[in-house]
């Protein structure tokens, strides 16, 4: 394989996780309420994660399976900067824990108001957050229009803002409402909601990455990253094209 194919090689491969951790994503509310629906009869849950339990673990399966992929996503891209990679692999981590560690069933008033399934969660959210509002626009710099790299900062500052809004905002209903209640869609959906936000990032990402070929420059040895360490967790970090490696 020539170089040149090899870089292009590169270039797909990270365009396909993006893109598969976002379709991943958005299909997982949808796959949870139609296999629930169809293989167990079921109405639409007061959560996701209550899919893991009701109607026997119906659409157990789904709801494992499609979460364990995408942390095998997250762990698999490597972010352009160790801070970025190493949150994503905390995500990774964190949506694991999700996926094995299921929410309380069945207990009525006894359930706990806060569970490891719920931090995992929340925690999962967080990460992500960090991603979208302090890494994400590193590779900016690369966008010669200053327009249009303030465009897409905006946007990653406020998917950022958004992932931390939906998990409280669910947290808040899960208190309020009853589970038996005729609103438990309002839960489900602002779970959802979540995870569409968390999708959308990862599509603009996507669309960021393919204009300025940053994928093939990184490929190429052509990106430089400035030292970094975690005393710059919150700072930015401007990457910048340099000259092809020898």
């Known amino acids: 394989m020539s170089r040149e194919h090899l870089n292009e090689h590169i270039t797909a491969t990270y365009l396909s996780l993006r893109l598969g951790i976002a379709l991943l994503s958005i299909a997982l509310p949808v796959a949870l309420w139609s296999v629930g629906a169809l293989l167990g009869g079921l109405p639409l849950q007061a959560s996701m994660s209550a899919y893991y339990h009701a109607g026997d673990g119906v659409a157990r399966d789904v709801f494992v399976g499609t979460l364990c992929a ?9 972010g352009i900067t160790s801070l970025e990679n190493n949150a994503l692999n905390l995500a990774a981590v964190l949506l694991v824990g999700v996926a094995l560690v299921p929410m309380a069933w069945d207990c009525g008033n006894a359930c706990p108001s806060l569970s490891l399934h719920g931090s995992f969660a929340a925690a999962f959210f967080v990460a992500i957050a960090y991603v979208c509002i302090f890494r994400a626009s590193d590779t900016l710099s690369l966008i010669r229009d200053p327009a249009l790299a303030r ?7 406020g998917l950022g803002v958004a992932m931390i809004l939906a998990p409280v905002a669910a947290g808040a209903l899960g208190w309020l409402l009853e589970r038996g209640s005729g609103y438990r869609w309002t839960l489900f959906l602002v779970e959802a909601a979540g995870v569409w936000i968390f999708a959308s990032y990862w599509l603009v990402k996507t669309f960021e990455m393919r204009r300025t070929h940053a994928d093939t420059l990184a490929a190429e040895g052509q990106l430089a990253v400035p030292e970094h360490g975690v005393g710059d967790a919150f700072k930015a970090l401007a990457v910048e094209e340099v000259g092809s490696a020898p």
């Open 70 to 78: 995408v942390a095998a996503g997250l762990h698999l891209y490597k």
């Open 151 to 157: 465009r897409y900062r905006h946007t990653y500052q």
